[in-house]
């Protein structure tokens, strides 16, 4: 099983939707999770972090976490094309601030 | 303030070739990290380093090394280059312990031949 599952995608939805992405993951001593976009040819940027059970919203992104259940999601509200690019997932593991990546979701938004 | 710098952005190298990707940050960040990225496959952790002099090895470290100097720089060696080599190179620093919020340098494309 890998470490941080994430569906490839893409997932499309059309402007103003919300957008729903999952990520499972298997480490339950992870207590810190993150949500990176990346646009294609570029390098990954922070839109959210979650470290406690429930929900964390900024601005239109809500990221969603359940350690029980072992997955976290992340929301986008009124979804714009500008959302369109790669999702990934990421937990931290050991020490060192290492991070683990999902192998992300391509979201697109259409007009 | 520049943030994370990586250079070259992209290189050809011929198999059995070395060299060094450089990595500079300006944020007096203490972590420091090189991450690989394969079309479909995620990030996959290289090295890093802790603080100036400590490195330790990621999940993939096999032909490559790495220093840590001073707290600013971080290159990575390739020895030997191997088309398996072929990849886009991330370097990212964090601030503290605890704190996994990364900041990524543009990335280095290269292609082994």
């Known amino acids: 099983q890998k470490e941080v599952e994430q569906n490839s995608g893409p997932l499309s939805v059309p402007e103003g939707a919300i957008a729903s992405l999952n990520c499972t993951y298997s480490?339950?001593?992870?207590?810190?999770f993150f949500w990176y976009r990346q646009y294609s040819g570029k390098s990954p940027e922070l839109i959210m972090s979650i470290y406690s059970n429930g929900d964390k919203e900024d601005g239109r992104f809500t990221a969603q976490l359940n350690k029980a259940s072992q997955y976290v999601s992340l929301l986008i509200r009124d979804s714009q094309p500008s959302d369109s690019a790669t999702y990934l997932c990421a937990l931290s593991t050991g020490g060192g601030n290492k991070l683990t990546f999902g192998t992300g979701t391509q979201l697109k938004v259409e007009l | 303030n520049a943030g994370v710098t990586q250079t070259p952005k992209f290189r050809i190298l011929k198999i059995g070739q070395s060299m060094t990707l450089q990595c500079t940050q300006d944020?007096?960040?203490?972590?420091m990290y090189w991450y690989r990225q394969d079309p479909g496959m995620g990030l996959k952790l290289i090295y890093y380093?802790?603080?100036?002099?400590?490195?330790d090895k990621g999940e993939v470290p096999n032909g490559y090394n790495v220093s840590r100097s001073t707290t600013e720089d971080f290159p990575l060696r390739l020895e030997l280059a191997a088309p398996s080599q072929t990849s886009v190179y991330f370097c990212?620093?964090?601030?503290?312990?605890?704190?996994?919020?990364?900041?990524f340098g543009s990335g280095t494309r290269l292609t082994v031949v």
């Open positions: 480490d339950r001593g992870s207590q810190s």
């Open positions: 990212a620093s964090s601030s503290t312990a605890g704190d996994s919020s990364y900041t």
């Open positions: 380093s802790v603080g100036a002099g400590i490195t």
């Open positions: 944020m007096n960040h203490n972590y």
